[in-house]
DNA sequence: TCTTGACCTTCCAGTGACAGGAAGGTTCAT
DNA sequence: ATGAACCTTCCTGTCACTGGAAGGTCAAGA
């Protein structure tokens, strides 16, 4: 199938599919008019790489867990580590803005929000 | 002072410093020696950007907020509004987080870890 | 047969917010 | 006089795409 389709089954926008190829994450046959030729192999890694770059994984470890996936030598406990360092560097980012809106939700509430000119936001952000 | 002090001063890298002037954020004068010339005045505003980088705001709503600092007869409504908006982008951040995590909890939690290749993470991956 | 429109191709540039490093000038203490 | 610790500009790289230009291909309709 062209990329246009592949794109539809995987989820992935067409630019995106050419990327992934461009940094070696996947390498599609080649039709004679030079079109992409994905076969369902590729659709299936390219849905595999949307669900784990929407997890959160950056491209880097899309790459590995695809190696991890595709070798079936591999053992899970592998896959688990970097899930939890994964789970672990979400939940610093949690943590992280979680306390960064406590912070803001004081300003907001401190600020009257009138026409007048004197803003505690401003004031704490200056001094703060 | 020098960029070194303005930079221990805010708490900004040197680097973030001169890329702010860059952007035409600030402006400091500049000595016989062309060594960049900060006061305090300077300072302060840098340690204004180096707050309001900190709690989410981007470089561009830094310049607004900013602006709005700087503009004695602006209306602290304007400013509530920013930091209400903000806020909301942050609840937002934290919602699609903790789904994210709940997701990734579950994987975890089902693949059991061991020497074994069958990993639950990577078929739910490969499927979902 | 011609044309139109929807595909597809490559290549180049831009995003945001810096960070790293090269090559060179300045200042200060020893 | 020398060396370290500053400072300068300029160029490149990061991450994960996205947009656009210029042009080739294909299928359907007039």
């Known amino acids: 199938m062209n990329i246009g389709e ?16 461009d940094i070696g994450l996947i390498r599609p046959d080649r ?7 994905y076969g369902a192999d590729d659709v299936h890694k390219l849905r595999f790489l949307h669900r784990s770059r929407s997890l959160g994984f950056s491209v880097e470890e ?5 190696a991890l996936y595709e070798d079936k030598s591999r053992a899970s406990a592998d896959v688990k580590d970097m899930a939890t360092t994964k789970l672990t560097e979400i939940d610093r980012k949690i943590r992280e803005l979680t306390e960064l809106r406590r912070t ?14 004197d803003c505690p936001i401003l004031e704490e952000l200056s001094e703060g």
């Open 6 to 21: 592949a794109s539809g089954r995987s989820g992935l926008p067409a630019k995106t599919i050419r990327y992934y190829e």
């Open 31 to 37: 039709g004679d008019n030079g079109y992409r030729d």
């Open 62 to 66: 899309c790459r590995q867990l695809l």
């Open 104 to 117: 803001l939700e004081q300003l907001v509430h401190a600020c009257h929000g009138n026409e007048r000119p």
